[in-house]
Structure formats: structure tokens, C-alpha cells
């Protein structure tokens, strides 16, 4: 059954290329179907890649190969929600070392211009902690991280 709402973000080429990836990547995510163009239309020729059906982490997505009209920005980004340090450094990592680069505050982008949050569930949980003066700390401790450090966000939360 095709979902109510669908995700579709805009890619300058490149769309089976990101499915596939972000289907190796994250847990419980798949590339469903590739579409090819009928006919030409203004970035690209009939029967090129127009656009792909994927989950990321069992979100429904389309990826579109629309052309350099549009460009990503972190006006938008996936937060992905980590166990541990283990996955977050592989998730981390696979996403910078796809041709991706580092951000601050846990976020990143890949090499195709999205970005991700990779967000550990203990930074997410300190920052609610109803003693604002533990929240205060763990935000000053992540607003000077890149990668979330598991362990330092526990020193901060415990003072």
C-alpha cells in the first residue's frame, strides 16, 4: 500500500546512488523500485533514473533526479537516533567517509548534500532532564562537539 505522506528529496543525479547507500546504511531501510524517465524532461533524457522508492530506517522516501534547480540545506535533515557510541561512530563515519563531511552538534552531510543528524538517545534524553542546570551543561558540552561523545554528555549530565 503506497503511504500517505512520502519524503521526496531532490537530487542533482545521483538518486539510485543515495537509495543504495542509505539502504547498506541504516538499519531497517531498502531500495523498493527505480523508475526511469518516459521521456526527456529538462536535467535529463528518456529512460534515465527518475526517481527511486526507499525507506530509511523505515521512513518511505522518493529520491528525484531533478536536476541543479534546487540544492539541500539543514533547513532539512534526517535525525537518526543511536544506541551507543558503536553505532554512532559507524553511522558517523559511513556518511564522512562516503564523501561526506562533519558538522557540529552531532550533524553531518553526505556526499550528495544531505544532512543528518546522528543523535545518540542519551544526549537526547540529558537534554530533557528536568533539572535545567543538567540540561545547560550537556547542551554546553555537545554545542562543542561535532561527533556526539557518548561519554563526555554522561560526565556533563553527572557534573
Same mark, same amino acid.
Given at each position: 500500500?503506497?503511504?500517505?505522506?512520502?519524503?521526496?528529496?531532490?537530487?542533482?543525479?545521483?538518486?539510485?546512488?543515495?537509495?543504495? /547507500?542509505?539502504? +547498506?546504511? /541504516?538499519?531497517?531501510?531498502?531500495?523498493?523500485?527505480?523508475?526511469?524517465?518516459?521521456?526527456?524532461?529538462?536535467?535529463?533524457?528518456?529512460?534515465?533514473?527518475?526517481?527511486?522508492?526507499?525507506?530509511?530506517?523505515?521512513?518511505?522516501?522518493?529520491?528525484?533526479?531533478?536536476?541543479?534547480?534546487?540544492? @539541500?540545506?539543514?533547513?532539512?535533515?534526517?535525525?537518526?537516533?543511536?544506541?551507543?557510541?558503536?553505532?554512532? #561512530?559507524?553511522?558517523?563515519?559511513?556518511?564522512?567517509?562516503?564523501?561526506?563531511?562533519?558538522?557540529?552538534?552531532?550533524?553531518?552531510? #553526505?556526499?550528495?548534500?544531505?544532512?543528518? @543528524?546522528?543523535?545518540?538517545?542519551?544526549?537526547?534524553?540529558?537534554?530533557?532532564?528536568?533539572? +535545567?542546570?543538567?540540561?545547560?551543561?550537556? /547542551?554546553?558540552?555537545?554545542?562543542?562537539?561535532?561527533?556526539?561523545?557518548?561519554?563526555?554528555?554522561?560526565?556533563? +549530565? +553527572?557534573?
Amino acid at each position: 500500500m503506497t503511504p500517505k505522506n512520502t519524503i521526496c528529496i531532490w537530487y542533482d543525479g545521483g538518486a539510485e546512488e543515495a537509495a543504495e /547507500f542509505y539502504a +547498506r546504511t /541504516f538499519p531497517d531501510s531498502a531500495v523498493k523500485a527505480v523508475h526511469h524517465a518516459p521521456s526527456d524532461y529538462p536535467s535529463g533524457k528518456a529512460g534515465d533514473v527518475l526517481t527511486v522508492e526507499f525507506t530509511v530506517c523505515g521512513i518511505p522516501c522518493i529520491a528525484l533526479n531533478g536536476g541543479s534547480a534546487f540544492k @539541500q540545506t539543514e533547513a532539512f535533515s534526517f535525525q537518526i537516533a543511536t544506541d551507543d557510541q558503536a553505532e554512532t #561512530d559507524r553511522l558517523w563515519s559511513a556518511i564522512v567517509g562516503n564523501g561526506g563531511r562533519e558538522s557540529a552538534c552531532g550533524w553531518c552531510k #553526505d556526499k550528495w548534500g544531505l544532512n543528518w @543528524q546522528i543523535t545518540p538517545r542519551v544526549l537526547t534524553d540529558a537534554m530533557a532532564d528536568p533539572d +535545567r542546570a543538567v540540561a545547560k551543561r550537556v /547542551f554546553e558540552a555537545m554545542m562543542q562537539m561535532g561527533k556526539i561523545d557518548i561519554a563526555a554528555i554522561e560526565a556533563a +549530565r +553527572r557534573g
